[in-house]
């Protein structure tokens, strides 16, 4: 059993805890304030996780997701999630964010602009191409023959191959996509978003956009 921090109770937060809590993983959901305003929350939509300020739900985890809307990534302190292994799977979503010319100006994808912000935080991209309904609609376990793969990318290969488990633990097959920069294949626009691939077709995609 792996302890999980979701950073975010809002719909990929909670679909994702419960994902977490299916897989067998201690499970803990911290929103931006006080714990006591999500608490009803989070025991309705992830019964057996439990809420916590954002710093008390990081101490000690095994890993933690970023899971806050992308204009908001800021407000997350970096202090508390230094030397963490930390899943980016944030969207720039124009009609949530807004504008966001920084991340619209970066080539080598946004997760580099966040990791810029997470000084020493080990940050891997991921989980960003489906929808919230998906993580639990889409899960099958491992060999099922329409198993969806997601692509992991990364600068530390420690850090991917912590993340790829939890990704394969939850029900699909990780696919790793290469360093960070190669996150920007996994985004709105991209050939991997939305789509259902299987770990062949991804990995094939993500190559043809490299090429
Ligand atoms: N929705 C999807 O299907 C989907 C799929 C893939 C990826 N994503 C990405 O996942 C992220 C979250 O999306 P969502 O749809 O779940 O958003 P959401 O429903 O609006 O929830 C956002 C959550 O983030 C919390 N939050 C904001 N600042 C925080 C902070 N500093 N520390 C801890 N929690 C904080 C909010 O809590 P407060 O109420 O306290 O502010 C809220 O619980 C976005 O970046 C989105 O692009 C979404």
Known sequence: MSSIAILGAGRVGTSLARAALAAGDDVTVAASGDPARIRLIVEMLAPGARAATAAEAVDGADLVVLAVPMHE??????AILAGRVVIDLMNQWEPVDGPLPELDAAEDGSSTIVQRHFTGTRL???????????????????????????????????AVAVVSAFVDRIGFDPVPVGPLAAGAALQPGGPVFGVFHDAESLAAAVERVAA
């Open 124 to 158: 891997v991209k991921t989980l960003n191409q489906l929808g919230y309904h998906e993580l639990e609609e889409d899960a099958r376990a491992a060999g099922h023959q329409r198993r969806r793969a997601l692509g992991v990318a990364g600068d530390d290969a420690e």
């Open 73 to 78: 990534f800021r407000t997350v302190d970096p």
